[in-house]
Nanobody, 120 residues
Framework: QVQLVESGGGSVQAGGSLRLSCAASGSFFRINAMGWYRQAPGKQRELVAV???????NYADSVKGRFTISRDNAKDTVYLQMNSLKPEDTAVYYC??????WGTGKYDYWGQGTQVTVSS
């Protein structure tokens, strides 16, 4: 079992910055990809950014150049630095990790979500 604890959400004015963190704990052999998704009211959950175990990254077009995903493998933590925030970035942000268990295969886990609100 893996637990994910997210932090760093909040309210900010347009143009501002926030940094989200997601720390994983529990019993697992290895963390593979780590990512951030978001869901705005009335919309489907969408990928924001993902980082692989080799630190390859991929971003949604809407956040390229403004958001940066990173990870600290020693701390089993993934970060999302969000700059130049826009009102349309308002959503609940969810952390997602893909882990390899101890001889039990790969599993996908979600954080509890953290609210990001950007006012104009």
């Amino acid at each position: 079992q893996v637990q994910l604890v997210e932090s760093g959400g909040g309210s900010v004015q347009a143009g501002g910055s926030l940094r989200l963190s997601c720390a994983a704990s529990g019993s697992f052999f290895r963390i593979n990809a780590m990512g951030w998704y978001r869901q705005a009211p009335g919309k489907q959950r969408e990928l924001v950014a993902v980082i692989t175990s080799t630190r390859n990254t991929n971003y949604a077009d809407s956040v390229k150049g403004r958001f940066t995903i990173s990870r600290d493998n020693a701390k089993d933590t993934v970060y999302l630095q969000m700059n130049s925030l826009k009102p349309e970035d308002t959503a609940v942000y969810y952390c997602n990790v893909d882990v390899t268990g101890w001889g039990t295969g790969k599993y996908d886990y979600w954080g509890q979500g953290t609210q990001v609100t950007v006012s104009s």
